[in-house]
């Protein structure tokens, strides 16, 4: 199996451009949904923050992956 060096570049490229778009979009959603909490206790913070946790876990491996994959292509498009 033959990964061509400009796809391999394009999806270096793309995890970049992922990490920043998870770091604009993250602020954006985290903020919002911090102003919706209505958490009374304790326990409920926590939960709160684990829920943000784990929403923050997943939002990053789907940029990561979507956009390494978008990269790839392009690379190929563009590289050969």
Known sequence: ???PVAGFLGAI???VIGVINY???????ES????LDRSQSAEERKEF???????R?????IDIVVFSAVGYWAGRAIGG
Do not use: Q
């Open 13 to 15: 490229a793309g995890v």
């Open 57 to 61: 876990r997943i939002v990053l491996g």
């Open 23 to 29: 770091a604009l979009v993250i602020r954006v959603v």
């Open 32 to 35: 919002r949904l911090r102003a």
């Open 49 to 55: 923050e684990n829920k943000l946790s784990l929403m």
């Open 1 to 3: 199996m033959d990964f």
